[in-house]
């Protein structure tokens, strides 16, 4: 869900997109594997990838994987300020810490109420992303409405 007012946008995400527990309650059952970023980039407009799971894949499917996605779509890729975005993922993907300033985590557990304060001018930085670490579609459905709430959606 793409989040946005006057200053700043918000990409809401989660730790990559193929998660067991998302067949049948976010995935249909008979989807190919294939198609699943497709459909998640439907929802969401990012998703983090860890530093092994983008590199170990070919160039030919980042390259798919940027045919999958809208033009706003983002992959934030595990890595440090020295290494480049793969070609193939050129407009589409930023290359981050974990711990950068522009992601805030959240898991199944946190509190709404501190990710309003972090995203209503709370002291610091504002993030770009807010990505789920636990993949929990529950608190991931519950961020959105936040966000609504707060009239940062879409």
């Given at each position: 869900?793409k989040i946005?007012?006057?200053?700043?946008t918000v990409l809401?995400g989660?730790?990559g997109?193929?998660h067991?527990?998302?067949?049948?309650?976010?995935?249909?059952a008979?989807?190919?594997a294939?198609?699943?970023?497709?459909?998640?980039?439907?929802?969401?407009?990012?998703?983090?990838l860890?530093?092994?799971?983008w590199?170990?894949v070919?160039?030919?499917?980042?390259?798919?994987?940027?045919?999958?996605t809208h033009?706003?779509?983002?992959f934030?890729?595990?890595g440090?300020?020295?290494?480049?975005?793969?070609?193939?993922?050129?407009?589409?993907?930023?290359?981050?810490s974990?711990?950068?300033?522009?992601?805030?985590?959240?898991?199944?557990?946190s509190?709404?109420?501190?990710?309003a304060?972090s995203?209503s001018g709370?002291?610091?930085p504002?993030?770009?992303?807010?990505?789920?670490?636990d993949?929990?579609?529950g608190?991931?459905e519950r961020?959105?409405?936040?966000?609504e709430?707060?009239?940062?959606?879409s």
């Open positions: 869900m946005s007012n006057e200053t700043e809401l989660s730790l997109w193929s067991l527990a998302w067949r049948d309650a976010f995935y249909p008979d989807m190919p294939e198609w699943q970023l497709t459909f998640f980039n439907t929802q969401f407009h990012c998703v983090f860890r530093r092994e799971d590199q170990q070919s160039a030919s499917e980042r390259s798919q994987w940027h045919a999958d033009d706003l779509f983002r934030l890729l595990e440090d300020d020295t290494q480049p975005v793969p070609e193939e993922l050129a407009g589409k993907a930023v290359v981050l974990p711990d950068a300033s522009e992601i805030l985590w959240f898991t199944r557990d509190s709404l109420k501190e990710l304060a995203l709370g002291a610091g504002k993030p770009s992303y807010l990505i789920s670490r993949a929990d579609l608190q991931m961020v959105a409405t936040l966000l709430v707060m009239g940062l959606g």
